[in-house]
């Protein structure tokens, strides 16, 4: 098991969350309900350019990747998150660590929820702060599913699509631990689990956050439905494509009539094979993504996140099934450049582009590729875990 930056995953070393040493003009603007300005050139985007993207329209395409860090006050945003949130505010849009909708939708050690009124009180600062800099930020919400372990929760239930534990292990406060076998959800308690994510959704607006990005991805939760690997159920949440996406597109629906679906945006990742949610079947894969598109398309979300390498025939596809704003994040085995960030614009594989390691180390990223200033080079001893250190320490330019 490893966590993951940038769609990454991390060496082992860093698996624990206690160790840290372990402008250009407007053009091409994209709106989910508008139509397309037929003067525009395709493919011809900048990094720079604004973007109407659902509510918000964005000063530049650049949004800051989902980020685990580990550095929560239990389970708070606290005074640390704060600032490393206000510090990345010229993203184009910043999109929070992976969060609990629920006490057990938890998974690592450290990490923020959305469902009590300290967690709020603290999201509430960090929305603040991502404001008073200009900035504008979305909760993701991610429930672990089966990627859990009941030490790391105070002693919550697991839960997946399936009884079928996870591959590898967990890291707790007493070392690495196997994975607990989990129970699997019960047809009626199916509302249950998606009335979280909808709660969670309305506490993060009345907080103050700009909306939510549903997460069905990396092997979590909603993933684990959409996956053959991990969804061996015998009901109508199981078995065919049609099934298998039904959960995502329950929880989806559900927030966006909660919040508005210009507040909501998802991150899917087609065949990433990862923590056991194994896709291995391509024509499984093209037959279940694109029914989940298809079923996501009327309800006019703010965007689609895809990690996966945009030029693959699939995703193309995915992107005009969608028929909105496309957000790319290519971040595996090499770090997103401001050159390969460029080329998927100027190829017109995306409207945005995901980065996370050097938004991690350079809370003014925009910044330095809009002026080819040097980069701090992040350090992947301080990703996971700790304080200050590799995490609001970095230098900006004018520092």
Request: glycine share 12%; hydrophobic share 40%; aromatic share 6%.
């Amino acid at each position: 098991m490893g966590f993951w930056i940038d769609g990454e995953q991390a060496p082992e070393t860093m698996e624990s969350p206690s160790l840290p040493t372990s402008h250009g003009e407007q053009a091409n603007r994209v709106h989910r309900n508008k139509p397309v300005d037929e003067s525009a050139v395709p493919g011809m985007a900048d990094l720079f350019d604004s973007l109407d993207v659902g509510a918000w329209t964005l000063p530049n395409r650049l949004v800051m990747a989902p980020l685990t860090r580990n550095r929560a006050e239990g389970t708070v945003p606290g005074d640390l998150g704060v600032e490393y949130y206000s510090q990345r505010a010229s993203a184009g849009l910043i999109i929070t660590e992976g969060s609990q909708p629920t006490a057990e939708g938890q998974g690592y050690l450290n990490t923020p929820g959305f469902h009590s009124e300290e967690q709020l009180a603290g999201w509430r600062r960090v929305a603040e702060g991502v404001h008073a800099n200009g900035g504008r930020i979305v909760a993701q919400l991610m429930h672990a599913g089966r990627i859990a372990h009941p030490d790391n929760t105070g002693g919550q239930e697991v839960i997946a699509p399936s009884a079928l534990t996870a591959p590898n292990e967990m890291f707790t406060a007493d070392g690495m631990k196997p994975y607990p076998t989990p129970r699997a959800i019960k047809l009626e308690e199916i509302p249950a689990v998606v009335e979280g994510y909808v709660r969670a959704a309305r506490n993060a607006v009345d907080a103050g956050l700009d909306g939510v990005e549903v997460h069905g991805a990396n092997g979590y939760l909603i993933h684990q439905f959409l996956a053959p690997g991990s969804n061996h159920r015998a009901d109508e949440y199981g078995g065919s494509p049609e099934n298998r996406v039904r959960f995502a597109l329950k929880v989806t629906r559900a927030v966006a009539a909660e919040i508005g679906a210009d507040r909501v945006g998802i991150r899917i990742s087609p065949a990433h094979n990862i923590q056991g949610a194994t896709e291995e079947d391509p024509a499984d894969v093209a037959a279940t993504y694109g029914l989940l598109v298809e079923g996501l398309a009327p309800l006019g979300l703010a965007y689609l996140s895809i990690l996966a390498d945009p030029k693959q025939d699939l995703i193309q596809e995915l992107r005009r099934g969608f028929g909105g704003v496309v957000i790319a994040n290519d971040g595996f085995g090499e770090i997103t450049t401001r050159e390969s960030a460029q080329e998927i614009l100027d190829k017109d594989l995306a409207d945005a582009v995901a980065v996370g390691r050097l938004f991690l180390a350079n809370p003014d990223l925009p910044a330095r590729w809009r002026t080819g200033a040097e980069l701090n080079e992040p350090n992947p001893d301080t990703f996971y875990g700790g304080g200050a250190e590799g995490y609001t320490d970095y230098p900006f330019l004018n520092s």
